[in-house]
């Protein structure tokens, strides 16, 4: 009777080691998406910023006014 208990156990030790296992590789691919996600979110702004500063440099070349002397 122990015999089969013993089988019993076993097995639901594996089913929660398989589980725990599928349960981790889809974390890590999640992680790995919202890693993804945010390096191009971080690009995309970076891109927006430094377009911005150099739309701001271009008025003020075209105004006639020192790209480099800071507003206070």
Do not use: F
């Not at 725990?20 to 993804?36: H, P, V």
């Not at 979110?41 to 800071?70: S, V």
């Amino acid at each position: 009777m122990s015999h089969k208990s013993d089988d019993a156990s076993k097995l639901a030790r594996a089913n929660r080691l398989r589980m725990a296992a599928e349960e981790s590789a889809r974390a890590k691919e999640e992680a790995t998406k919202e890693a993804i996600a945010i390096r191009e979110n971080m690009a995309r702004l970076r891109e927006l910023r430094l377009a911005k500063e150099a739309a701001t440099i271009r008025q003020q070349i075209a105004a006639g006014t020192d790209p480099k002397e800071k507003k206070k």
